[in-house]
């Protein structure tokens, strides 16, 4: 099975459909008037259909085991086919694509052996997807917006030499992810002045995203959350604060993370942690979701004060 713990639940709707053709009008007319011997067979392929949806995973090999909060199975007449729908929601990390076409593979599968007896001719057509929302696949995030993005190292260690970066340079692979590469990767030291003064040169310079990683722990050196406290503007405390929420799933220690987010200027700073895997699970809770801010911000301008600062 494919691993999704880093997925994070979202809200998913699949519709999928399946037809039923039966040989003679005289099947139709024993369907609505329920005279098929084997039992009301509507009812039993929207039962079967249900059944077909909450074990998609117990047959389906690769199939995650997942909350199945909605089923609706509908079925219309016309002509001779048997038209079945069927609606499956969850809020979970995957979609419910194969629930929903597996319960109509199922309920018209329960059509076919309850009409067989008074129709030899009854073939099942089409099993098709009709609709998926949820996931990231049908979101748009900043579009026809370029995001300038800048990676921040800040540590002692590594800007003395002492130690190799990889924390920065784990954002910088993950940002490739998202295609936001960073045109702008430095390394200094856990220094108030450093700090300020590469973040402010970076928003002077029209940098839109600006990710800094190191300082945001309980040590005494650790004053990167301050620090860029005092550059922001307009704080966005949901963003780190959803990345500690995610974080509690791997690690009871993310709540000691003191990261912080937002905007100086037009420009969204994201203070990430000094540990790779830290940098890792940070970026999963807050990416590419995180990007719709550039969306919603693209039409902003640079605020005057850092711009005189030029």
């Not at 392929?45 to 909450?54: D, H, N, P």
């Not at 748009?140 to 924390?167: H, K, L, M, N, Y």
Request: net charge neutral; glycine share 8%.
């Amino acid at each position: 099975m494919v691993n999704i713990t880093h997925k994070q639940n979202t809200y998913r709707i699949a519709i999928a459909t399946a037809e039923v053709r039966v040989s003679e009008p005289a099947t139709i007319s024993a369907i609505n008037e329920k005279r098929v011997p084997k039992g009301d067979v509507l009812e039993c392929s929207r039962v079967a259909g249900l059944l077909g949806v909450k074990n998609t995973s117990s047959v389906i090999p690769d199939c995650h085991p997942l909350p199945v909060e909605y089923t609706s199975i509908r079925h219309s007449i016309d002509g001779l086919a048997i038209r079945i729908e069927v609606e499956v929601h969850t809020i979970y990390k995957t979609g419910v694509e194969v629930e929903a076409m597996h319960g109509a593979a199922v309920a018209a599968l329960t059509m076919y052996d309850m009409l067989k007896p008074i129709d030899k001719g009854v073939v099942i057509g089409e099993i098709k997807l009709q609709q998926k929302k949820g996931g990231k696949s049908d979101r748009a995030f900043a579009p026809g917006v370029t995001i300038r993005t800048a990676v921040v190292v800040c540590s002692d260690s590594v800007a003395a030499g002492d130690a190799e970066d990889i924390s920065g340079k784990t954002a910088m692979a993950l940002l490739e992810e998202y295609s936001i590469p960073a045109t702008h990767y430095s390394v200094i030291a856990d220094d108030p002045q450093a700090i300020t003064s590469t973040c402010e040169k970076l928003v002077n310079d029209g940098y839109n995203l600006v990710l800094l990683s190191g300082g945001t722990g309980a040590g005494p050196r650790d004053i990167t959350p301050e620090t860029v406290s005092a550059i922001i503007d307009r704080p966005m405390p949901g963003i780190m604060e959803h990345a500690r929420s995610y974080g509690q799933s791997y690690t009871p220690y993310s709540m000691l993370s003191r990261g912080i987010a937002g905007f100086a200027g037009n420009t969204l700073l994201i203070t990430l942690p000094g540990s790779p895997k830290a940098v890792t699970e940070n970026m999963r809770a807050i990416f590419p979701h995180v990007l719709h801010v550039f969306s919603v911000n693209k039409g902003g301008r640079h605020d005057e004060s850092r711009n005189s600062n030029q």
